[in-house]
């Protein structure tokens, strides 16, 4: 690893642990400025005075709110966001349960949108106002403006109607109910138990899930990277390939693609997180019982400790995702390495 890449490396680590620290700081903050008592809710409305501020003391919400925020901080940092004001066990372990299951649908939508999106892309821009491009843009200007949760209905009411054999709800069939994982990836679990059958039946239940998720970060990426590789095209030195014989096709996949790679993978960075967002809408439709339904159904009951973990793990995983994402394209692009050690 070179000094340069090292400084890189460096400064992405503790930009990104600052990123933490405010969200920290701002899920704490509307936690504590939300109207209503944890502890009240925690008990209910026939608990009494006495049982609330015991509680109270418990949960240490009256002590002043910068040792309120050090005993979260250093809490989160162990994984213990306390217990959940609704069932009374442990938020991390309620949410560690549920989290592979949206973990499993947020990186197979990746998987669509970097597969699909990419090279519907590079070939609208391959053959630009012709009527691959018209129709790819048609495409992905649907794939866009369609919200994810009446496609996840269309598809389900489509599956039911035509393929009456494929699952449209929850993660597995009725006869592998009993599955356990070292993972909860069902998928990874199938493989690395040797269950390949088990690996198949959750990838047909994930099918139509993560494509529901993902079409709008489809038709999101197809347009940036038809408008970066038609940007690109017009460079000189992309003119002087061409002028020297060089076939279009080693121009578009060797040199283009590379290049006009950088913004499509920076916004798959940021769908990262909105994927983890708009989960709940497609996890309730498809009965999946994930981590994001669960941060929902936590914001409408009013469970503080779970929605400030579920909004905080949410962040740790934007961080992470965009992390990789500039050690990647600092791989590709050796300009932005150069920018940033200076």
Same mark, same amino acid.
């Given at each position: ?103 499993? %649908?947020?990186? =197979?939508?990746?998987? $669509?949108? #970097?597969?699909?999106?990419?090279? &519907? /892309?590079? @070939?609208?821009?391959? +053959? ?25 209905? %269309?598809?389900? =009411?489509?599956?039911? $109607?035509? #393929?009456?054999?494929?699952?449209? &709800? /929850?993660? @597995?069939?009725?006869? +592998? ?25 959750? %990838?047909?239940? =994930? ?11 489809? /038709? ?123």
């Amino acid at each position: 690893m070179t000094s340069g890449f090292a400084e890189f490396l460096l400064r992405r680590i503790v930009g990104f642990a600052g990123v933490l620290l405010v969200l920290a700081l701002m899920i704490f903050v509307l936690a504590r400025v939300v109207p209503g008592d944890p502890a009240r809710i925690a008990l209910g409305p026939t608990a009494s005075e006495a049982q609330v501020a015991e509680l109270r003391v418990e949960m240490g919400l009256d002590d002043p709110l910068p040792v309120q925020f050090w005993h979260f901080l250093t809490g989160a940092v162990q994984g213990d966001f306390g217990n959940s004001l609704i069932s009374g066990k442990p938020v991390a372990q309620e949410l560690a349960a549920l989290l592979p299951a949206t973990l499993e %649908l947020v990186l =197979l939508s990746l998987v $669509f949108m #970097l597969l699909l999106g990419l090279p &519907l /892309g590079v @070939l609208a821009a391959r +053959y630009r106002n012709g009527w691959p491009d018209t129709i790819l843009r048609l495409v992905s200007l649907v794939g866009v403006t369609m919200p994810s949760f009446l496609v996840a209905i %269309l598809f389900q =009411l489509g599956a039911a $109607f035509y #393929l009456t054999d494929w699952p449209i &709800l /929850g993660r @597995l069939s009725q006869e +592998y109910s009993g599955f356990q994982g070292p993972t909860g990836l069902l998928v990874l679990d199938g493989v690395l138990t040797g269950q390949l059958q088990v690996s198949l039946d959750a %990838l047909r239940h =994930l099918l139509f899930p993560a494509l529901a998720l993902s079409l709008s970060g489809i /038709g999101q990426i197809m347009r940036i990277t038809r408008s970066a590789m038609i940007e690109h095209q017009r460079r000189d030195h992309v003119q002087t390939l061409r002028s020297f014989g060089v076939p279009g096709r080693v121009v578009t996949f060797r040199y283009l693609l590379k290049l006009s790679a950088i913004a499509p993978l920076t916004i798959m960075g940021l769908e990262f997180a909105s994927l983890i967002g708009n989960a709940f809408v497609v996890e309730m439709v498809f009965s999946w019982g994930g981590f994001a339904s669960a941060g929902l159904e936590a914001i409408l009951q009013k469970d503080l400790n779970t929605v400030m973990a579920v909004v905080l793990v949410s962040g740790c995983f934007f961080v992470i995702a965009n992390l990789l994402i500039d050690l990647v394209i600092g791989l590709i692009d050796p300009r932005l390495r150069l920018k940033e050690s200076r």
